[in-house]
């Protein structure tokens, strides 16, 4: 699509010589004033000669204004003839007023072909301009994939590193079990349970992987979302007692409202295991050594049960709250920190995926209790 608005101003259609101008203007309220003058002004020229007025936007061919070095709208471009000379400022009709006696003379000097039309060439550029605009747009997504890729591939391990310990220490108890020169005394109940624990965290490795990878290529996370009945409260111990070292290695104490009464939820155990995961490890990472972390049910209305995680980290400023549910957003404080910005995406797909709401309550320097909901099961 063609950036310009051609207006041939033939004060001679009979003659030859073209002046050929470019008119970069910004869109502002003043820019048809300012397009109006010029046309004006050119219009009133007494002169044997062709004039033709190409208006550009700024914003529409920033690399056709980096081509002609261009730091201040309006400006005026010859084109044609040669040599090109720009004309800038608020005093633009000034400068073409001081110019046009020599504009003159090189038009009449010129030869025959010398007054064909350069419209080709000036075509040309812009066509080339849009092209490089493109190609740079193209760069900037391609250098910006490479670093969220980088970023994944620095971080895999550790966000993996303690799925594999839970179910490498559950592995080799079970095997310790059948080692004849070290036979262990579990019941086969403690049996049965290791072996389900090494199962769910190796399910959690897997999607861990995928979602990562999808994420990597720029995709959406599919769900697959498998509800069923659900006790969320035995779903929240356990994920507790799996992160309990990472509370431990801070001093941090972690308080918990787990009413026994809860009715089931209907949901997806790894996919809500997850969530707990990644809002769990947020609190873990911004609460301070010593710090509190709260975890507490509510059976908020008939319909559904609310899950509450509360620290008291340095809170998220009221007016980002509302993107950090983005995919990739991370606040400027945490360019640094570990994680590469889907973990709060993911969680608001699976609560989604569920019927669910996810939200955040924050304030600075005073916390943030991260909120979600769930649907009752019905019997």
Known sequence: MCPFSDQPLDCNKSAKPLLELL??????????EQIQQVRDYLDALDVSCRVKLHVVEVSDQPYLVEYY???VTPALVKIHPEPTQVLAGSNLLAQLHECWPRWRQELEELPEQGGQPSLARSTQIMKLSDEIFRLHQQNEAMQEQLKF????????????????TAAAIAIETLDGQWDSDNPTSLSKEMLMKLSDH???????IERMIT???????GKSVTLDIQPKKLSLVTLCKETLDDLSHHFAEKAQTLKTDLPADLPWVHG???QVRQVLINLLENALKYTPCGGTIQVSLLHRTTQKVQVSIRDDGP????EKQKYIFVDRFR???????????????????IVQAHYGKLWVESSLDEGSCFHFTLPVYQF
Request: charged residues 30%.
């Open 23 to 32: 008119l970069f203007i910004e869109k502002r309220a003043t820019a048809e």
């Open 331 to 349: 606040l400027t404080r945490d360019q640094d920190q570990e994680g590469y910005g889907i973990g709060l995406a993911l969680c608001q797909q």
């Open 149 to 164: 890729k980088d970023r994944i591939m620095a971080m895999l391990a550790h966000d993996l590193r303690n799925p594999l």
């Open 198 to 204: 090494a199962h769910t965290q190796i399910r959690l």
């Open 268 to 270: 997806d155990v790894d």
């Open 69 to 71: 070095r261009l730091v």
């Open 315 to 318: 809170g998220i400023p009221e």
């Open 211 to 217: 979602s990562v990878l999808e994420a990597s290529q």
